[in-house]
């Protein structure tokens, strides 16, 4: 189990992490990626070994755009053929020791505690997909300000829509592990989120909700009078309506509110729960629910093609969104940081269409032109991770 190094410092020579009275890893691979060993303790050769390969893979992700095990295996920076490259990294998604504990978790430790301290509140918005050959992914991300990391995840064999409410709840329960103790935390998602058992344990926890809800739910209002929210009317003038304290579902969960929308530029109402009381902040709040899709599309047609991976082991799955969600973070941050990019950026994009790409097409394109020209690239990363004052802990999981 790798420890997670809070204690971080900075060289008075270069822009990158170094670790108090340790040397990283040998490594071949480029320098930037490498520079992500500062995330990590190694105690063991091994561990040093398979921290060297699991950065290697993820370098090698990045470049090539692609999960595709060939394409992985170009771009491997190690003195092998290409097909031994393929073996290679097939090994290492199935070995006991790719966990998201010791691979994932360090790397997502440091970004919350530095992305946290900029915000007062968190949302975590909880969403599926489908990957590989048959399966489906369920997600928790995490949403600080203007910034998305995917938090913890789990893959199963069936499609996104086949995990139960005890899975949801268990998935949020991984989340609040990972998460430092925050003010305020809100759970965004989609109707099939919304159960009795997961607004009990949200509550529990004293967070807020707003979950979107199918328009047959049937509520009861504070007048204990029922009906299904397709039956209720829209004002005429201001195309919402609004209900305070009303009790949804077979299970009857009281204290629910429920917001009804319907504008122009929806097709179909949208009907919200939520056990926020403020109507203009309730949909302010959902619009941030969207951000998930952005991420499923960074990790998939977007950015590096995941779902068009044919493994269909779920536990290799799940450890491919190791390398895929680092990858995704990395660049997502690279191209946040328009500050210290933007002498790239007019070499490849232009100005009038930058509002198109994504922040994570952006992170990709950089990364890209900065492989090209052979310039360094991590400070773009750093500097917007760097947090002087973190304290070392061990994580377990």
């Known amino acids: 189990m790798y420890k997670f190094i809070n204690n971080l410092e900075k060289s008075t020579e270069t822009t990158i992490f170094v670790k108090k009275n340790q040397q990283n890893p040998p490594c071949t691979m480029n320098?930037?990626?490498?520079?992500?060993?500062?995330?990590?303790?190694?105690?063991?050769?091994?561990?040093?070994?398979?921290?060297?390969?699991h950065l290697n893979f993820t370098n090698s992700i990045i470049q090539r755009k692609s999960v595709n095990m060939e394409e992985v295996g170009k771009g491997l920076d190690l003195n092998?053929?290409?097909?031994?490259?393929?073996?290679?990294?097939k090994r290492?998604?199935?070995?006991?020791?790719?966990?998201?504990?010791?691979?994932?978790?360090?790397?997502v430790m440091i970004l919350i505690k530095k992305l946290y301290s900029d915000t007062n509140t968190l949302f975590l918005a909880i969403d599926g997909t489908n990957l590989g050959n048959s399966c489906g992914a369920l997600m928790v991300s995490a949403i600080f300000g203007e910034y998305q990391i995917p938090l913890c995840w789990s893959v199963k064999k069936g499609n996104k829509g086949h995990f139960s409410a005890s899975e949801h709840q268990k998935l949020l329960e991984t989340a609040k592990q990972i998460i430092p103790n925050i003010e305020k935390v809100i759970v965004?998602?989609?109707?099939?989120?919304?159960?009795?058992?997961?607004?009990?344990?949200?509550?529990?926890?004293?967070?807020?909700?707003?979950?979107?809800m199918a328009k047959d739910t049937i509520i009861e209002d504070k007048n204990l009078d029922t009906y299904k929210l397709k039956e209720l009317e829209f004002d005429k003038f201001l195309h919402f309506f609004y209900l305070e304290n009303c009790t949804v579902g077979e299970k009857r969960k009281e204290g629910v509110n429920i917001f009804g929308i319907h504008e122009k530029q929806y097709k179909d109402p949208i009907y919200l729960a939520s056990n926020i009381d403020n109507l203009p902040e309730i949909r302010y709040i959902y619009?941030?629910?969207?951000?998930?899709?952005?991420?499923?599309?960074?990790?998939?047609?977007?950015?590096?093609?995941i779902h068009k991976t044919r493994i269909k082991n779920p536990e290799m799955l799940s450890n491919l969104l190791i390398f895929v969600c680092i990858a995704?973070?990395?660049?997502?941050?690279?191209?946040?940081?328009?500050?210290?990019?933007?002498?790239?950026?007019?070499?490849?994009?232009?100005?009038?269409?930058?509002d198109s790409y994504s922040a994570v097409n952006i992170g990709l394109k950089i990364v890209e032109y900065c492989y090209e020209k052979k310039i360094p690239f991590f400070h773009f990363f750093q500097n917007i991770i760097d947090y002087p004052n973190l304290k070392t802990q061990t994580i377990m999981m």
């Open 328 to 354: 995704f973070c990395f660049c997502h941050i690279i191209g946040k940081n328009i500050l210290d990019t933007q002498y790239i950026l007019p070499n490849i994009l232009r100005k009038d269409r930058i």
């Open 92 to 107: 290492f998604l199935k070995n006991k020791f790719t966990t998201f504990g010791s691979l994932y978790l360090p790397f």
């Open 31 to 53: 320098k930037d990626i490498k520079n992500l060993t500062s995330c990590y303790i190694v105690s063991q050769k091994s561990e040093e070994l398979r921290l060297e390969n």
């Open 287 to 305: 619009k941030k629910r969207w951000w998930i899709e952005t991420l499923f599309a960074g990790i998939k047609s977007r950015g590096f093609n």
């Open 188 to 212: 965004l998602g989609d109707g099939e989120f919304y159960s009795h058992e997961l607004v009990s344990f949200i509550e529990q926890e004293k967070w807020q909700y707003v979950f979107r």
């Open 80 to 89: 092998i053929q290409q097909q031994s490259g393929v073996m290679k990294f």
